[in-house]
Each structure stands twice: as structure tokens, then as C-alpha cells.
């Protein structure tokens, strides 16, 4: 693009566009740029002159972007992340004034145990700022979501980090098994042959696949049996209050969810090794202030939910 056309360019266009990509709703947009739905459909009928493209087509209510605006987002997120940190650095980031909205990626699993302390926290010191997380199909570093901008931060346990990220160490973590108070197994020793008459639970991203549970199994001659694949983990919890299923989890995980359902936190009764968590993100963002300031928050309250699930374990061991 020429620089004659870039000077028609207005940079609200590129905010209007991105929000436009996020609410598919000009009345949304609207109502979070505090204008008016008439000043969207002018501001969008500028952008699809500059860019000869309709943009976004009206489908059943809904704007449902086109192939070029699909194409073209990653661009426009980069080069609204860039400016934001070019007008950050160096300078004083408010969370109180702030109506940023950070992406962070990870499993159902993390999500659940940061989602409720993160919003609960900002209630307070950033009344404005949005988290969206972004479920991670499977373990690998996402590492083009990242590149793009398409994410913030990802949460996990990453191995092999690239040169181009930065990666902060949260919390170690080991294995244990759920189940539903009064299962016949929850007074067992789960030997690895007592493990494998267990029936199970899992998500189905994971069909085929092993974990470290299966790796260990396998090479020690044994072989564990799934029985119900589920869209997300977030289902699990009802389905083991009315069934014998059972499933594996992350300790600090599984001591968080037995907190609210009346379910068995059962110890493996074989070594595992622990499980290392992680958070990574794009080296550019290292000392944008609001970046920083988000990555503080989160990896503070993941290291006090961390804190919290081992007292909660330690004390429960310390009355039986």
C-alpha cells in the first residue's frame, strides 16, 4: 500500500475491523466503542472500499467474515498489538482505566482452576479488562497463535521452548485419580493392576493418543481401559457423580474440583514422574507494561492456587 494510502487510513478502522472479526455484531461493536450502530456500518463500508472486499456477508443476523478478512486479521492484530506497545513502552499502564482484552491459551484442565480467581482479582483492580481463553487442542506450543497475536500467553507444560519465546516456570505438579464418593475403588490401593480394572473417562482430542499415565503403563506390561470420550473436560465431574467412570488429573487440579462435587481424590499407588507448567509467550512483549502487568497477575494466582491445592491435600491427609 502506497504511503498516499495510508493516509486515508484512520487506525479506528483497524480497531473497528478486529472487533467486528470478535463480536461478528455491529451492534456489539458498537456498544463496546461506545458509538453508534450506524457509525460501524459507515466505518465498515470505508474499509471494504480500501480493501475491495465486502468484508463481512450477513448471514442469519450474523456478519460472517470473508476469506480476505480472514486473511487479513492476523495483519491487523499485529499491527494493533504493535502500535498498542509503541505507545505503552516506556509509559505508565493503568489496569483501573484499562478495557484491554487478553488471549490466553490452555487446557480445559488450567482453565478452570485460573478462570474464577482471575475474574474474581480484576473485580477489583481492573474492572474493565477481559480475559478470553482459547481451549489448546492437545499439548504442543501454540506456536503460530502466538507469532500472530492471535494469543497473548500460553499455559501448559512445554518442552523445547524456541529462542523467540520467553517462558516463565509456575508450578510442578504429579498425578492422582478421580472418582464419585463410594466407589468401590476409593478405599483401594491403586496398584497398577487395580488402576487398569478402572474404567474411564477422557476427553476426545485424546482418542488414540497416550499420556505419561498410558506411556508408564505400557512399558510396565499394562494397558488401561476408556469407555467414554467427551467433547470437554468440563463435563467430567457430572458424569463421574452418576457413573463408576474415573479419570486421571493433575493433583492441584483435581483437589479444586473435589471442592465443589463430592468426589474421591484417590492417590496412584505407582511413581509417575511430575508434570512441569509453564508460561510462554512472544519474546516482543517482554516490556510492554500491560503485558507484563497481565503476566503478573496470572502467574501469581496460578503459583497461590498451586500453594492452596497442596494445603488442601496435606490437610486432608493430616485428619484421617
Not at 295 to 303: C, E, I
Request: aromatic share 8%.
Amino acid at each position: 500500500m502506497e504511503l498516499d494510502t495510508l493516509r486515508k487510513v484512520n487506525l479506528n478502522l483497524l480497531t473497528v475491523f478486529e472487533l467486528l472479526m470478535e463480536t461478528r455484531s455491529a451492534t456489539e461493536t458498537a456498544a463496546r466503542l461506545h458509538t453508534t450502530q450506524p457509525g460501524i456500518s459507515r466505518k465498515l463500508a470505508e474499509l471494504r472500499r480500501l480493501l475491495a472486499d465486502p468484508l463481512f456477508v450477513l448471514v442469519r443476523r450474523q456478519l460472517v467474515p470473508t476469506p480476505r478478512a480472514l486473511e487479513i486479521r492476523p495483519i491487523v492484530r499485529e499491527a494493533l498489538a504493535a502500535i498498542g506497545g509503541i505507545m505503552e513502552d516506556g509509559g505508565a499502564f493503568d489496569p483501573l482505566k484499562s478495557s484491554r482484552t487478553f488471549r490466553i491459551a490452555a487446557r480445559h484442565t488450567i482453565e478452570w482452576m485460573l478462570a474464577p480467581g482471575l475474574r474474581s482479582y480484576c473485580d477489583g483492580h481492573a474492572p474493565m479488562v477481559r480475559f478470553s481463553f482459547v481451549n489448546m487442542q492437545g499439548v504442543a506450543l501454540p506456536e503460530k497463535q502466538l507469532e500472530d497475536h492471535s494469543i497473548d500467553i500460553a499455559l501448559g507444560r512445554f518442552e523445547d521452548v524456541s529462542g523467540r519465546f520467553r517462558t516463565l516456570p509456575l508450578f510442578d505438579d504429579d498425578r492422582v485419580c478421580l472418582m464419585r464418593q463410594g466407589h468401590p475403588a476409593a478405599r483401594k490401593r491403586l496398584t497398577p493392576a487395580n488402576f487398569c480394572k478402572l474404567r474411564f473417562v477422557t476427553t476426545t482430542d485424546m482418542f488414540g493418543k497416550d499420556n505419561e499415565v498410558d506411556t508408564w503403563l505400557h512399558k510396565a506390561g499394562y494397558q488401561r481401559q476408556f469407555d467414554l470420550y467427551v467433547s470437554s473436560m468440563s463435563h467430567v465431574p457430572l458424569i463421574l457423580l452418576q457413573t463408576d467412570l474415573a479419570v486421571t488429573m493433575p493433583r492441584k487440579l483435581a483437589t479444586y474440583v473435589a471442592q465443589f462435587h463430592p468426589l474421591s481424590v484417590v492417590e496412584l499407588g505407582f511413581k509417575l514422574p511430575s508434570s512441569h507448567y509453564n508460561m510462554v509467550w512472544h519474546a516482543r512483549w517482554d516490556d510492554v507494561p500491560s503485558h507484563r502487568w497481565m503476566r503478573d497477575v496470572v502467574s501469581g494466582l496460578m503459583t497461590d492456587q498451586a500453594f492452596r491445592a497442596n494445603h488442601t491435600v496435606e490437610a486432608a491427609h493430616g485428619t484421617r
